[in-house]
């Protein structure tokens, strides 16, 4: 079993930046793709982000350039530095891992674990 557990969410103004954390525990993390996705109110789940285990990143065309994922393999944490932040921005930010391989990275039903969601609030 992998536990995930967000965190880093919060209120900022349009324009500000903000980094969510997202901690594994329970197998072993160099093996995941990592992935981030957001669901507004009212709105189906969407990608944001992944990242491989070697490092491949992939984005959403609504994210490029303003947000970037990495990850720390030591500490076994997967991030998400948002930057220049957009009221459209508004959604709860889920991390999820998916113990298959690079391919489906975009789609919510490549994941296998998902953490509890993170709330991240842009006001204009």
């Known amino acids: 079993q992998v536990q995930l557990v967000e965190s880093g969410g919060g209120l900022v103004q349009a324009g500000g930046s903000l980094r969510l954390s997202c901690a594994t525990s329970?197998?072993?993390?160099?093996?995941?793709?990592m992935g981030w996705f957001r669901q507004a109110p009212g709105k189906e789940r969407e990608f944001v982000a992944a990242?491989?285990?070697?490092?491949?990143?992939d984005y959403a065309d609504s994210v490029k350039d303003r947000f970037t994922i990495s990850r720390d393999n030591a500490k076994n944490t997967v991030y998400l530095q948002m930057n220049s932040l957009r009221p459209e921005d508004t959604a709860v930010y889920y991390c999820?891992?998916?113990?298959?391989?690079?391919?489906?990275?975009?789609?919510?039903?490549?994941?296998?674990?998902w953490g509890q969601g993170t709330q991240v609030t842009v006001s204009s």
């Open positions: 990242i491989s285990r070697s490092g491949w990143t």
């Open positions: 999820a891992a998916e113990l298959g391989g690079w391919g489906q990275q975009s789609s919510s039903k490549a994941y296998d674990y």
């Open positions: 329970g197998r072993t993390f160099t093996t995941y793709v």
